[in-house]
């Protein structure tokens, strides 16, 4: 499996809460993503990274930001949770250099805002 | 755009039997990259299988193996000897060429396995 980490792996919280999740990954890949997948299983980007201070929008509109100020880390941020953010979360990256670009996926945040 | 359809949402199959997963993917581009990932419940996502679209040799890892079908736009993922650990959520992913290009992941196949 991939070198790629993900904290917290279930984060319960409370509407108007501030969240930040984690991914870190230790391959040094340049690419590195933000997935919502949502209950029937379909995956969703909602941000993506070329490399360190790029960051831009996937294809579904999300309230979260991230920012990309380490090769390695790739947080993302909901600056006041609402119910209708409960989805899984997942993380991946990707070495652009290869020929495949393949993406590496982290074990996932499940949140659950109340 | 290109677009990945997986047309079956559930399947199951016997431990120790052959399970074939359909993939079909629409695109006007003659270089790009397919993948076949593994989610299983509550578990990490990981690669199953990838192909290039300019090898013409269908690619094979263990028990699983694709059927790529260039013309057909087709990529299906065959499962041999089929093991309860097989039970998961599979995924067709569509990639073109180039540094900007993203995933286009199809919407999934749940795959059971049954003794």
């Known amino acids: 499996e991939a070198d790629i980490y993900q904290t917290p792996r279930y984060l319960v919280i409370g509407t108007g809460k501030k969240i930040t999740l984690e991914c870190s990954q230790t391959?040094?890949?340049?690419?590195m993503y933000w997935y919502q997948q949502d209950p029937g299983m379909e995956l969703h980007l909602i941000h993506y990274s070329y490399g360190v201070n790029s960051t831009e929008k996937g294809d579904l509109s999300s309230e979260s930001t991230v920012s990309r100020i380490r090769t390695e880390h790739f947080p993302l941020t909901l600056e006041s949770a609402r119910p209708s953010h409960t989805s899984q979360y997942l993380c991946?990256?990707?070495?652009?250099?290869?020929?495949?670009?393949?993406?590496?996926f982290g074990p996932g945040t499940r949140l659950t805002v109340l | 755009a290109q677009t990945v359809t997986q047309s079956q949402p559930e399947m199951s199959v016997q431990e120790a039997e052959t399970v074939t997963l359909s993939c079909t993917y629409d695109?006007?581009?003659?270089?790009?990259?397919l993948f076949w990932y593994k989610q299983p419940p509550s578990r990490q996502m990981i690669l199953v299988i990838r192909?290039?679209?300019?090898?013409?040799q269908n690619a094979t890892e263990n028990r699983f193996s694709v059927n790529f079908q260039k013309a057909a736009k087709s990529f299906s993922l065959k499962i041999s000897d089929s093991q309860l650990g097989d039970a998961a959520m599979y995924f067709c992913a569509y990639r073109s060429p180039g540094t900007a290009s993203k995933l286009t992941f199809g919407t999934g196949t749940r795959l059971q396995v049954t003794l």
């Open positions: 991946a990256s990707s070495e652009w250099r290869s020929s495949t670009d393949t993406q590496y």
């Open positions: 391959m040094g890949h340049d690419k």
């Open positions: 192909q290039e679209a300019y090898k013409q």
């Open positions: 695109t006007s581009e003659s270089d790009y990259y």
